[in-house]
């Protein structure tokens, strides 16, 4: 045997031998990763097949609900279904039993596990409960081809080296709680053709990125809180379905790639017409853009697109007469052009009546066959502005020039009076030490500097209404009659109330509150100058005040705050029926909610966002000549000792109850709940409030405590969505509550849903 051979023979023999104990080893590696993913899944009923690290997991036969292939003793692909999907939308990053994996589950080690897969091309883990944030090193699986995780609890960002990973084709990620922005890393180089986020809590813009990705042919983003504008999609040449509906973008809609097939952007603010270029969309079968704010009118060519089978344009604000030989596509089942402002006749081929196609027209203005039709006048009154480009561009430069010369002059005013004149900062003034020790000349002016608390003021500011000054208490007296006692009109926690007539003959209200030891005289004077900024459409105005004796000095001394006259009395009188003159059904009743939440959103986020203890209730909801609500008794948490130390007469102080009606959120969700119920049963607060909401949730339960005028003029759907964020408002635990943002919108979609109810009726 020669040297050569020698060789040969040791190689075959280390080759037979080494190789063959080394794949046998890897598959036992293998196969005791996937019994170590079994137990971080806590054991899921689906694998209970994975018996032992001998059982021969990539040869059981795949049972529907778990897939392994394996491909040169690597695992290749791992699809488990399981049977937790995520219910309902209650999740704030904490386990939940029977719904999530246990507390101890960690994605972290999870995700290190799944690493030691490295040959994984496919990877599906489907309803399983895994919950946490995706870890970062999620990349490191780059093998993968599709990755489904969908229908689980993950939350927080999605990791943005996940764009780079280049063999990925399909990303689900939907059905989740990602609360973060959608990374803006996609390059061409990427291979994506199915990107699915829909129903996430995303936020942010859409990233401009993804429109670099060609290989893209399905995106879904839909139900997320995705904003601002979107660009130009036709380079997306493989672009097939595209999802964005219900969302919050805005802008005009964009222009779109020719081989399109279905489009969904209902539901988010989109303006401007439609584009005459989704005409030529030949390959379209779905088209749905209802719920927007676009104008303009209707294209005769989607009507006659070859494939066009779907097609819904409802509840926008489209305009003008349609073609009257308006001819449509034979494929064409559904036609929504309902609740919009559409004039003429409606056409032949939409007005037939056919076995074959569905057509919803209700709420234009249109004239023949059409039913549920409004006045011409209403669908031409310029219910919208109509304006050029040209003109806008125009308006718009002019305006930026005015505001820059404002912001401009009262920079120079500010720098001048800067001596005497001090602004405040919210972060400053609610220490009594840290302002006392800033009391020297050059006080931080940022807040009145701040251009968008200029641009802000401009919007909001109530011209109709003197600005805030300081009054002399003989100014009050003379409009009370000496506080006459035929112009007192009530005491609660904040002091007496008066009513009174100004020389100029404008109608106030005076509140006469004692004043907190805690601050001096010039800390206090800032903290009534910034609630004097305070201007909104539906916060009653303060208009100025008056200090009676030296603050901080001693008990007698008292401050008077002026406020606007709201002539129509409380929210509350007229819930309890207190008040023949007015009835509320429904629709009001929303109308003046959803003021109030505007103003407490206000509040909360504004100009001098901060402002979250105001103490809200129907009897500080009052109601103006038009019936539109005000909110009074704001953001007297500042200045007022009695609301800082909750003393509330005839309720016990400090008790945890007080504590949570310091929350805005929970004190509103007793408003909803006296608009749903009147006042006497919430009155009785918590120890009722278990049992309503017990009724809410019975099957007809409902119908025993709602309120007789709300059951007569509500729709069931509209009063539904009502009840629920009522429900979750009165929330015992504060992080299951959600943002006054939240309600508002909820608010604002019930009374949507109730406007179309009595459209329907209202013919
Ligand atoms: C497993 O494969 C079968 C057949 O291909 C498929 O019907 C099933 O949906 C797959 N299961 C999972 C969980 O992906
Ligand atoms: C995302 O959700 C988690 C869990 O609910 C929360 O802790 C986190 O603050 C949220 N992040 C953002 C940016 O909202
Ligand atoms: C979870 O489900 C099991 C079985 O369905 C049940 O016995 C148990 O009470 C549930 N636990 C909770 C906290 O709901
Ligand atoms: C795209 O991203 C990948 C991964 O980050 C990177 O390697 C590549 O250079 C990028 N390509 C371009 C054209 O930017
Ligand atoms: C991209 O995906 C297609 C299938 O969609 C595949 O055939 C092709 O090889 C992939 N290209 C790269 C560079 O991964
Ligand atoms: C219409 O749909 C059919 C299949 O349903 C398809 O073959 C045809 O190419 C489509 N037409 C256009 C113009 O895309």
Redesign the pocket.
Known sequence: MGFHDFVLLFCSIWCVFFVGSCSAQLQSSQTQVLLQLKKHLEYPRQLEIWRDRWTDLCSISSSGQVNVTCKDNFVTELSILGDKPTKGRDFDGFAIPNQTLSDIFSMDSFVATLARLTGLRVLSLVSLGMWGPLPDRFHRLYALEHLDLSSNYLYGSIPPKIC?M?NLQTLGLGDNFFNGTIPNLF???SNLSVLSLRNNRLKGPFPPSILSVTSLKDIDMSSNQISGILQDFSALSSLEQLDLRENKLESFLPAMPKGLISLFLSRNSFSGEIPKRYGQLNGLRKLDVSFNALTGTAPAELFSLPNISYLNLASNLLNGPLQSHLRCSSQLIFVDISYNRLVGDLPSSLSTRSETRVVMSDGNCLSGSAQHQHAVSYCTEPHVKKKSYRVGIFVGVIVGILLISVVLALAIVITCKKFFLRGVSEKHLLHKTVQDSSYAPGFSSELVTNARYISETAKLGREDLPTCRSYSLEELKEATNNFDNSTFVGENIYGKLYRGKLESGIQIVIRSLPVSKKYSIRNFKLRLDLLAKLRHPHLVSLLGHCIDGVVGENNETNVFLIYEYVPNGTFQTYLSGDSPGKVFKWSERLSVLINIAKAVHFLHTGMIPGFFKNRLKTNNILLNENWMAKLSDYGLSIISEEADACGVKGESPNSWQMKMLEDDVYSFGFILLEALVGPSVSAKREAVVLNVMASFNSEDGWKQIVDPVVQATSSKESLFVVISITNKCISPESWNRPSIEDVLWNLQYASQIQATADGDHRI
């Open positions: 780079t280049v390059n061409s180089s």
